[in-house]
């Protein structure tokens, strides 16, 4: 890894620092129908360097950590954190996460800037047959609660941060669109 201050993290440049939104909602299912909890959060990124595999490929990126908590009580009841790595070679954004439920996601995608603004968007997917960018998860995730595909799509433009992420689950004997989304600012 060579000294963080040298990297050029390319696109994922605008997301360093720490976000705080309270206009979140999340949708997660229930036996029966769903449940709607709106939601405040930081997500704190962090710049660590660089990473080259099989002394080819070369990674540059950033650590991540989420925090959300649900307006109703206060009480935080989702953590997640990982990785956003970009490959210059390639352009291609890999998107690692992890959640306390012992579910992995790598989610691969690319990054795009707005020629009319300086907003660059990233989106990002993985499914469980997908050969390339897929989900692992604990035997009882699979039986019970499988996360079957992710997609997501994250937009920072100067100090704004949007982004909108579907998680489908096979639960309770039906498919089911976990969805979530918020709008961030840097502070
Ligand atoms: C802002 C992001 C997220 C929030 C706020 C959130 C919140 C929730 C909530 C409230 C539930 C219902 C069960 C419970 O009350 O604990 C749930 C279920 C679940 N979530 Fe999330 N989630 C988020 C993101 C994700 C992601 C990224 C994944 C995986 C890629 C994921 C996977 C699951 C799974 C597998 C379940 C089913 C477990 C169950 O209901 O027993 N979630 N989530």
């Excluded at 080259?52 to 953590?79: I, M, P």
């Excluded at 990785?83 to 996460?97: C, E, N, P, V």
């Excluded at 994250?154 to 976990?178: A, M, R, S």
């Amino acid at each position: 890894m060579a000294d963080n201050s040298e990297i050029d993290y390319g696109p994922l440049t605008g997301l360093i620092g720490t976000w705080q939104g309270d206009k979140g909602m999340d949708v997660a299912p229930e036996p029966v129908g769903q449940s709607d909890s709106p939601y405040f959060e930081t997500i704190t990124f962090t710049p660590i360097g660089d990473v080259t595999n099989a002394e080819e490929q070369v990674l540059v990126g950033l650590r991540y950590h989420q925090t959300v908590s649900r307006k109703s009580n206060n009480k935080t009841f989702h953590d997640q954190c990982g990785y956003w790595m970009w490959d210059a070679a390639t352009g291609t954004i890999s998107h690692s996460l992890l959640i306390p439920r012992a579910v992995g996601v790598i989610a691969g995608g690319v990054a795009k800037t707005d020629p009319d603004s300086s907003a660059v968007t990233f989106e990002i997917k993985a499914g469980l047959h997908n050969p390339d960018w897929t989900i692992v998860q604990q035997p009882f995730m699979r039986d019970k609660a499988k996360t079957v595909a992710f997609h997501a799509k994250f937009t920072v433009d100067g100090d704004t941060l949007v982004y909108t992420e579907t998680t489908v689950l096979d639960i309770y004997g039906k498919k089911f669109q976990h969805t979530d989304g918020n709008t961030l600012k840097r502070i």
